[in-house]
């Protein structure tokens, strides 16, 4: 089984749609889907946020169904919901001990609830981007890590549609390393080849998110340099293919 921690919904299928959907087991794990986020064209009211959220916990379940996997939801505002600046990192921690303690406590429960031959995959924000939330979950996922690591093998994916921008990536992905100290880390990628089109259809699945659909999965690659064929990646001491 693997276990997908997501800030938000969409967060997992923009960041490892692809391999979710080919490995099809486990659980999305949405840690704040109360949100009142959608883009909106100029002049256009915004939904109220009991609507948005509705609407996008039930996208997630579309993407889960598509994917055979189970939706969870913690029932936490996101940021901006309570009036944070989604990139201000003045208040990280203050975010990572509002969302910690119940994030932890059910990825406790999700471990105890079946018996696996090898521990199940933990896959967590990578932080890239900095966004508030995604930065204090992988904040709080860092601090308990060894407690986690007895129960999962952690990984950490760059966040998309972040991990596009190269300088972005550049100091998302320093960010982690740092932030793990002495673990060593190393970058295991998942080229989505032939399946760029079913990628596409399952970022079409959070219409909610878009004024246009996307039709190309450049947003969706991290940006390497050089640039490399579409992909996804996570970072991680344990290889995931082995």
Known sequence: MNVYLQPHSDDICFSLGA????????????????????????????PLARLVTETRMEEDRAFCRACGLEARFLNIPCSSYLGYEPFDLGRVDENMQRIGE??????????????????????????????????A???AVSKHYRE???????AFYEDLHYAS????????????????????????IFPIGRHITNKLALINLYPSQFLESPRSITQFTPATKPRSAPHEAIWSEANPLA
């Open 19 to 46: 391999f979710a959907f080919n490995r099809h087991c486990g659980v999305v794990l949405t840690v704040c889907p109360i949100s009142g986020y959608v883009p909106t064209s100029p002049g256009k009211k915004r």
């Open 102 to 135: 119940p994030m932890i406590d059910e990825l406790r429960t999700l471990a105890m609830e079946g018996k696996y031959e090898t521990r199940p995959w933990l896959f967590c924000p990578g932080g890239i981007g900095g966004h508030v939330d995604h930065m």
């Open 148 to 154: 986690l690591s007895t129960n999962y093998r952690i």
């Open 165 to 188: 921008d190269a300088n972005a990536r550049v100091l998302g992905v320093t960010r982690l390393l740092n932030a793990m100290g002495r673990r060593r880390l190393h970058r295991y």
């Open 137 to 139: 979950i992988r904040m």
